[in-house]
């Protein structure tokens, strides 16, 4: 079995070194795809020259910031090319524990979405401001009651794909961006008739940084699951 972790880099200088030698660490046998859109901190520069030394870690490079969502397209499409059959999401700022990449691996054998989840075993949220928890918590019952996904935390950006799940869904037509990306997989895949399965992660945010979370993003996450259920419900679902 080959596995991909999609990385999608925007100004992780800090981080990048540090976050594949721990994968490497603990799951030796994956490969790496650093999607960086060209980051002024130089992240794609250091992300190369570790690439030169290392064969299991390969970068793309994007002109300039289009977004998370496009970045994981731009990583789904490089994975299919080259015959992954898993993929993984994962951001670079150690939010998601790569310790947790095992019983990822473990439970995609039997499941074809398996979803790092903060919210199945109470609340597993380090560092988030009340406020912000409470958006999340708040957008996760909304995705639930409109679209009936059965999932405790659909908003999550740590999870694993069997290449299947993305090769069925029409890449170039996803709408979203923010948050609602993954609301929008997890969907399509549900609909598909997919596996999805939820295993409990420990999210600790950046200490660091300026987080992506903006009104724009909680529009997007507002409208997103009323026109997905409307594009189902008139049968134009499957892609
Ligand atoms: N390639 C790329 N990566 C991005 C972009 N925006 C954010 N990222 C990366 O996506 C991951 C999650 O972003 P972050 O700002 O930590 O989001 P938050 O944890 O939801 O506040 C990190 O690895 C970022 O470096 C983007 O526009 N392009
Ligand atoms: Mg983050």
Redesign the pocket.
Known sequence: MKYLVV??????HLNIVKLVESIFRVVPELDILV???NSPDGTGDIADKLALSEPRLQVLH?KG????G??YVAGFKYALEKGYDFVFEM???F?HNPKNLPLFIEKAGAFDVVIGSRYVNGISVVNWPLRRLLLSIMANLYVRLILGLPLKDSTS?YKCFRTEVLKSIDLNKIKSDG?SFQIELNYRAHKSGFKLCEIPIIFI??NT?????NKHIIKEALLLPWSLRFEYLFGKGKK
């Open positions: 990385v999608p880099t925007y100004n992780e999607v960086d859109d994007r910031k289009q977004g998370l496009s970045a951001d670079a700022d939010s950006g948050y945010d950046r940084g300026i987080s992506k979370m």
